[in-house]
T-cell receptor, first 116, second 113 residues
Framework: GAGVSQSPSNKVTEKGKDVELRCDPI?????LYWYRQSLGQGLEFLIY????????KSGLPSDRFSAERTGGSVSTLTIQRTQQEDSAVYLC??????????????FGPGTRLLVL | GQQLNQSPQSMFIQEGEDVSMNCTSS?????WLWYKQDPGEGPVLLIA?????ELTSNGRLTAQFGITRKDSFLNISASIPSDVGIYFC?????????????FGTGTRLQVTL
Protein backbone atom coordinates (compact mmCIF):
# COMPACT_ATOMS: atom_id res chain seq x y z
CA GLY A 1 0.00 0.00 0.00
CA ALA A 2 1.03 3.60 -0.48
CA GLY A 3 2.84 5.35 2.32
CA VAL A 4 2.88 9.04 3.16
CA SER A 5 3.83 11.09 0.13
CA GLN A 6 5.08 14.66 0.01
CA SER A 7 5.60 17.13 -2.78
CA PRO A 8 7.69 18.69 -4.01
CA SER A 9 10.67 16.62 -2.93
CA ASN A 10 12.92 19.66 -3.31
CA LYS A 11 12.11 23.36 -3.44
CA VAL A 12 14.46 26.28 -4.01
CA THR A 13 12.99 29.73 -3.55
CA GLU A 14 14.08 33.29 -3.12
CA LYS A 15 13.89 35.09 0.17
CA GLY A 16 10.52 36.81 0.56
CA LYS A 17 8.57 34.42 -1.64
CA ASP A 18 5.73 32.21 -0.38
CA VAL A 19 5.94 28.41 -0.63
CA GLU A 20 3.39 25.63 -0.29
CA LEU A 21 4.33 22.11 0.74
CA ARG A 22 1.92 19.24 0.28
CA CYS A 23 1.37 16.04 2.26
CA ASP A 24 -0.78 13.06 1.29
CA PRO A 25 -1.24 10.87 4.37
CA ILE A 26 -1.89 7.15 4.41
CA UNK A 27 -5.51 6.46 3.53
CA UNK A 28 -7.62 6.10 6.66
CA UNK A 29 -5.18 7.85 8.98
CA UNK A 30 -6.99 10.51 10.93
CA UNK A 31 -3.97 12.18 12.52
CA LEU A 32 -1.45 14.23 10.54
CA TYR A 33 1.71 15.93 11.77
CA TRP A 34 4.23 18.38 10.35
CA TYR A 35 7.82 18.51 11.59
CA ARG A 36 10.86 20.54 10.60
CA GLN A 37 14.37 19.10 10.54
CA SER A 38 17.24 21.54 10.24
CA LEU A 39 20.62 20.32 9.01
CA GLY A 40 22.13 17.89 11.51
CA GLN A 41 19.31 18.35 13.98
CA GLY A 42 16.42 16.32 15.32
CA LEU A 43 12.83 16.86 14.35
CA GLU A 44 10.97 19.91 15.61
CA PHE A 45 7.18 19.60 15.97
CA LEU A 46 5.21 22.21 14.03
CA ILE A 47 1.51 21.34 13.92
CA TYR A 48 -0.84 18.39 14.51
CA UNK A 49 -4.28 17.62 13.05
CA UNK A 50 -6.55 15.01 14.65
CA UNK A 51 -9.85 14.30 12.90
CA UNK A 52 -12.22 17.26 13.08
CA UNK A 53 -10.65 18.72 16.21
CA UNK A 54 -8.96 22.10 16.16
CA UNK A 55 -5.32 21.64 15.16
CA UNK A 56 -2.52 21.94 17.71
CA LYS A 57 -0.47 24.81 16.30
CA SER A 58 1.78 25.22 19.31
CA GLY A 59 4.94 24.37 17.38
CA LEU A 60 4.62 26.88 14.56
CA PRO A 61 7.65 29.20 14.86
CA SER A 62 5.97 32.37 13.60
CA ASP A 63 2.78 33.70 12.04
CA ARG A 64 4.42 33.27 8.62
CA PHE A 65 3.72 29.55 9.00
CA SER A 66 0.24 28.10 8.54
CA ALA A 67 -1.24 24.74 7.62
CA GLU A 68 -4.55 23.42 6.42
CA ARG A 69 -6.00 19.98 6.14
CA THR A 70 -8.83 19.67 3.65
CA GLY A 71 -11.46 16.94 3.89
CA GLY A 72 -9.53 15.21 6.62
CA SER A 73 -6.92 14.04 4.16
CA VAL A 74 -4.40 16.15 2.22
CA SER A 75 -2.55 18.85 4.11
CA THR A 76 -0.71 21.94 2.91
CA LEU A 77 1.96 23.76 4.91
CA THR A 78 2.39 27.35 3.76
CA ILE A 79 5.36 29.55 4.58
CA GLN A 80 4.89 33.20 3.71
CA ARG A 81 7.71 35.66 3.06
CA THR A 82 10.33 32.95 3.40
CA GLN A 83 13.56 33.68 5.23
CA GLN A 84 16.91 31.91 4.92
CA GLU A 85 16.49 30.36 8.36
CA ASP A 86 13.40 28.56 7.01
CA SER A 87 15.72 26.32 4.99
CA ALA A 88 15.22 22.79 6.30
CA VAL A 89 13.60 19.46 5.55
CA TYR A 90 9.87 19.55 6.25
CA LEU A 91 8.53 16.12 7.21
CA CYS A 92 4.93 15.01 7.33
CA UNK A 93 3.67 12.00 9.27
CA UNK A 94 0.29 10.35 9.67
CA UNK A 95 -1.19 7.85 12.10
CA UNK A 96 -4.39 6.11 13.07
CA UNK A 97 -6.51 7.54 15.88
CA UNK A 98 -4.96 7.79 19.27
CA UNK A 99 -5.26 4.52 21.17
CA UNK A 100 -4.35 3.35 24.63
CA UNK A 101 -0.72 3.16 23.66
CA UNK A 102 -0.80 6.10 21.35
CA UNK A 103 -0.18 5.36 17.72
CA UNK A 104 2.66 4.78 15.30
CA UNK A 105 3.52 7.76 13.14
CA UNK A 106 4.54 6.94 9.58
CA PHE A 107 6.76 9.54 7.97
CA GLY A 108 6.96 10.76 4.41
CA PRO A 109 10.30 11.36 2.65
CA GLY A 110 10.19 15.08 3.32
CA THR A 111 10.46 18.27 1.27
CA ARG A 112 13.88 19.86 1.22
CA LEU A 113 13.44 23.62 1.21
CA LEU A 114 16.29 25.97 0.37
CA VAL A 115 15.74 29.71 0.67
CA LEU A 116 18.34 31.75 -1.16
CA GLY B 1 11.59 23.79 20.64
CA GLN B 2 12.39 21.25 23.33
CA GLN B 3 14.70 18.40 22.38
CA LEU B 4 15.91 15.39 24.28
CA ASN B 5 19.59 14.94 25.11
CA GLN B 6 20.89 12.05 23.04
CA SER B 7 24.40 10.60 23.13
CA PRO B 8 26.73 9.97 21.57
CA GLN B 9 26.26 12.46 18.74
CA SER B 10 28.12 10.19 16.35
CA MET B 11 30.07 6.99 16.40
CA PHE B 12 32.31 4.97 14.14
CA ILE B 13 32.31 1.27 14.80
CA GLN B 14 33.63 -1.84 13.11
CA GLU B 15 31.26 -4.34 11.57
CA GLY B 16 30.31 -6.92 14.15
CA GLU B 17 30.63 -4.63 17.15
CA ASP B 18 27.81 -3.87 19.54
CA VAL B 19 26.45 -0.32 19.78
CA SER B 20 24.81 1.51 22.62
CA MET B 21 23.16 4.92 22.62
CA ASN B 22 20.95 6.66 25.13
CA CYS B 23 18.52 9.48 25.59
CA THR B 24 17.73 11.54 28.69
CA SER B 25 15.14 14.14 29.52
CA SER B 26 14.22 16.44 32.37
CA UNK B 27 10.57 15.58 31.68
CA UNK B 28 8.61 12.36 32.17
CA UNK B 29 7.25 10.62 29.08
CA UNK B 30 4.49 8.01 28.75
CA UNK B 31 6.10 6.42 25.72
CA TRP B 32 9.63 6.20 24.35
CA LEU B 33 10.24 5.52 20.68
CA TRP B 34 13.37 4.83 18.66
CA TYR B 35 13.54 5.76 14.96
CA LYS B 36 16.15 5.29 12.24
CA GLN B 37 16.56 7.73 9.38
CA ASP B 38 18.38 6.87 6.18
CA PRO B 39 19.70 9.65 3.91
CA GLY B 40 16.91 11.32 1.95
CA GLU B 41 14.20 9.43 3.79
CA GLY B 42 11.83 10.05 6.66
CA PRO B 43 12.37 8.33 10.02
CA VAL B 44 11.18 4.75 10.40
CA LEU B 45 10.01 3.38 13.74
CA LEU B 46 12.26 0.66 15.18
CA ILE B 47 10.96 0.05 18.69
CA ALA B 48 8.20 1.47 20.91
CA UNK B 49 8.27 1.30 24.72
CA UNK B 50 5.14 1.87 26.78
CA UNK B 51 5.93 0.96 30.40
CA UNK B 52 8.61 2.15 32.80
CA UNK B 53 11.27 -0.54 33.10
CA GLU B 54 10.10 -2.28 29.91
CA LEU B 55 12.80 -4.06 27.91
CA THR B 56 11.91 -4.82 24.30
CA SER B 57 13.83 -6.53 21.51
CA ASN B 58 13.40 -6.42 17.74
CA GLY B 59 15.95 -8.68 16.08
CA ARG B 60 19.39 -7.30 16.87
CA LEU B 61 17.88 -4.25 18.54
CA THR B 62 17.11 -3.98 22.24
CA ALA B 63 15.67 -0.94 23.94
CA GLN B 64 14.68 -0.13 27.50
CA PHE B 65 12.30 2.40 29.02
CA GLY B 66 14.01 3.86 32.09
CA ILE B 67 12.37 3.26 35.46
CA THR B 68 12.20 7.01 36.10
CA ARG B 69 10.46 7.48 32.71
CA LYS B 70 13.06 10.12 31.90
CA ASP B 71 15.49 8.05 29.89
CA SER B 72 15.88 5.21 27.43
CA PHE B 73 18.68 3.31 25.73
CA LEU B 74 19.01 1.45 22.45
CA ASN B 75 21.50 -1.35 21.85
CA ILE B 76 22.39 -2.82 18.47
CA SER B 77 24.22 -6.12 18.54
CA ALA B 78 26.63 -7.39 15.88
CA SER B 79 26.39 -4.29 13.70
CA ILE B 80 26.26 -4.63 9.91
CA PRO B 81 26.81 -2.03 7.15
CA SER B 82 23.08 -1.41 6.67
CA ASP B 83 22.88 -0.17 10.26
CA VAL B 84 24.44 3.09 9.02
CA GLY B 85 22.12 6.03 9.52
CA ILE B 86 20.87 8.44 12.11
CA TYR B 87 19.05 7.09 15.14
CA PHE B 88 16.57 9.29 16.97
CA CYS B 89 14.86 8.77 20.28
CA UNK B 90 11.47 10.36 20.79
CA UNK B 91 9.30 10.82 23.84
CA UNK B 92 5.57 11.18 23.91
CA UNK B 93 3.22 12.55 26.53
CA UNK B 94 -0.43 11.60 26.11
CA UNK B 95 -2.75 14.37 27.25
CA UNK B 96 -6.30 14.01 26.00
CA UNK B 97 -6.04 13.71 22.26
CA UNK B 98 -2.67 15.42 22.05
CA UNK B 99 0.19 13.26 20.90
CA UNK B 100 3.21 15.34 20.07
CA UNK B 101 6.59 13.69 19.86
CA UNK B 102 9.69 15.35 21.25
CA PHE B 103 12.77 14.16 19.39
CA GLY B 104 16.35 13.72 20.45
CA THR B 105 19.21 15.35 18.57
CA GLY B 106 20.19 12.08 16.91
CA THR B 107 23.10 9.64 16.93
CA ARG B 108 24.88 9.26 13.60
CA LEU B 109 26.16 5.70 13.21
CA GLN B 110 28.84 4.84 10.71
CA VAL B 111 30.14 1.33 10.31
CA THR B 112 33.54 0.51 8.92
CA LEU B 113 34.15 -2.86 7.33
Amino acid sequence: GAGVSQSPSNKVTEKGKDVELRCDPISGHTALYWYRQSLGQGLEFLIYFQGNSAPDKSGLPSDRFSAERTGGSVSTLTIQRTQQEDSAVYLCASSLSLGTHGETQYFGPGTRLLVL
Amino acid sequence: GQQLNQSPQSMFIQEGEDVSMNCTSSSIFNTWLWYKQDPGEGPVLLIALYKAGELTSNGRLTAQFGITRKDSFLNISASIPSDVGIYFCAGRVLTGTASKLTFGTGTRLQVTL
